[in-house]
């Protein structure tokens, strides 16, 4: 998920690995839009907000497998 500008927030203080059940459940704002998970099992990856301004990634999601 890449930042449209610096107002891009996180729902919850997200620290990274973190696996969201369903998909759709918003996870933060981007300018105001709700941030959603696109699959069911989403993994955040590298949650941060730290450099967030336009084009930077924030988050990148994963699903999470068996292997």
Known sequence: ???KNSNFRFAAP?????MIEA???????????????????CV?????????QAGVAVVRFARRSVL
């Open 23 to 41: 998909a759709g459940s918003v996870i933060g704002w981007n300018d105001g839009e709700p941030v959603t998970t696109p699959y069911d099992n």
């Open 44 to 52: 955040l990856v590298m949650p941060s907000v730290h450099q967030a």
């Open 1 to 3: 998920m890449v930042a």
């Open 14 to 18: 997200y620290t990274g690995l973190e």
